[in-house]
T-cell receptor, first 115, second 114 residues
Framework: NAGVTQTPKFRVLKTGQSMTLLCAQD?????MYWYRQDPGMGLRLIHY???????AKGEVPDGYNVSRLKKQNFLLGLESAAPSQTSVYFC??????????????FGPGTRLTVT | GENVEQHPSTLSVQEGDSAVIKCTYS??????FPWYKQELGKGPQLIID?????GEKKDQRIAVTLNKTAKHFSLHITETQPEDSAVYFC?????????????FGGGTRVLVKP
């Protein structure tokens, strides 16, 4: 089991460029999440999904879009990157159907710099 | 929405001493309180959690206490070791609410000095 993987690990963008971050999990988890981590602010939820084909907004969704076309993948898109989106992005997954386990499993993160 | 505050932001302890991190939450409907440990360059990893029907939970050298009335919970690490050095996050959630979303505190950087 690879767990939760994220691609890419690092990326530098110029203001206005677009990109997609890919998250994949091989644990058959129903729920998936995208967070951003900034110094002193903990992790803040951007968007989440409770199943294939469904997405919902989290605490800080502006400037981001997501898609969950396959159960194992959750994509985070930045259509027009801004310096304020410089951050470390974490993907997480949780909840195996039929098992009351609420632990979120996190990927290794993507460090994004927008200049 | 839920708001979680965490203190202190940094904590330095001597190896073998105890470390305590405190969190407060705002939403009385929250009923699940996990603690995550993040080592340098890695994603957070769950170390212990507690539900609102329990006041205390222990797992070897770590323990968590919950005071629902005061809406605060704490992480206790005893006999600290250098490998306990990391950033620790508390979080709060409502189990079975849509998405089981977590609201995190700002984190505590713990340094254990040998």
């Amino acid at each position: 089991n690879a767990g939760v993987t994220q691609t890419p690990k690092f990326r530098v963008l110029k203001t206005g460029q677009s990109m997609t971050l890919l998250c994949a999990q091989d644990m058959n988890h129903e729920y998936m999440y995208w967070y951003r981590q900034d110094p002193g602010m903990g992790l803040r939820l951007i968007h989440y999904s409770v199943g294939e084909g469904t997405t919902a907004k989290g605490e800080v969704p502006d400037g981001y879009n997501v898609s969950r076309l396959k159960k194992q993948n959750f994509l985070l898109g930045l259509e027009s990157a801004a310096p304020s989106q410089t951050s470390v992005y974490f993907c997480a997954s949780s909840l195996q159907e039929g098992r009351l386990i609420y632990e979120q499993y996190f990927g290794p993160g993507t460090r994004l710099t927008v200049t | 929405g839920e708001n979680v505050e965490q203190h202190p932001s940094t904590l330095s302890v001597q190896e073998g001493d105890s470390a305590v991190i405190k969190c407060t939450y705002s939403d009385s409907a929250s009923n699940y309180f996990p603690w995550y440990k993040q080592e340098l360059g890695k994603g957070p990893q769950l170390i212990i959690d507690i539900r609102s029907n329990v006041g205390e939970k222990k797992d070897q050298r770590i323990a968590v206490t919950l005071n629902k009335t005061a809406k605060h919970f704490s992480l206790h690490i005893t006999e600290t070791q250098p490998e306990d050095s990391a950033v620790y996050f508390c979080a709060a959630s409502m189990i079975k609410a849509a998405g089981n979303k977590l609201t995190f505190g700002g984190g505590t950087r713990v340094l254990v000095k040998p």
